[in-house]
């Protein structure tokens, strides 16, 4: 099991950035698979990026590519997610999630953060 909590939202004006992070409990924080959803109002959460037990191995929605950057430090326990150029469409709660393979984290993560909101101003 493992319990996640992220930090770093805020209110940001269109075109500024902001860095997330998720801190992991546990031990084994190494051997996760770790990933960022995002949920805006109204809407369903959906993926935003992910990253595998290394960071040798990345991936993100289209709509953030180029955008944002996954990064994780195994020794802190701790994902990240650097958001620059933020759009107003971007805002939203973000989560923090974990699973053991890419697949189960990428669709259906078995761990979730509390979410943190992230609103940008246009």
């Known amino acids: 099991q493992v319990q996640l909590v992220e930090s770093g939202g805020g209110l940001v004006q269109a075109g500024g950035s902001l860095r997330l992070s998720c801190v992991a409990s546990g031990r084994t924080f190494s051997s996760y698979v770790m990933a960022w959803f995002r949920q805006a109002p109204g809407k369903e959460r959906e993926f935003v990026a992910h990253i595998n037990w290394s960071g040798g191995s990345t991936s993100y929605a289209d709509s953030v590519k180029g955008r944002f950057t996954i990064s994780r430090d195994n020794a802190k326990n701790t994902v990240y997610l650097q958001m620059n150029s933020l759009k107003p469409e971007d805002t939203a709660v973000y989560y923090c999630?974990?699973?053991?393979?890419?697949?189960?984290?990428?669709?259906?993560?078995?761990?979730w953060g509390q979410g943190t909101q992230v609103t940008v101003s246009s």
């Open positions: 999630a974990a699973g053991r393979t890419a697949v189960s984290v990428t669709t259906t993560p078995p761990y």
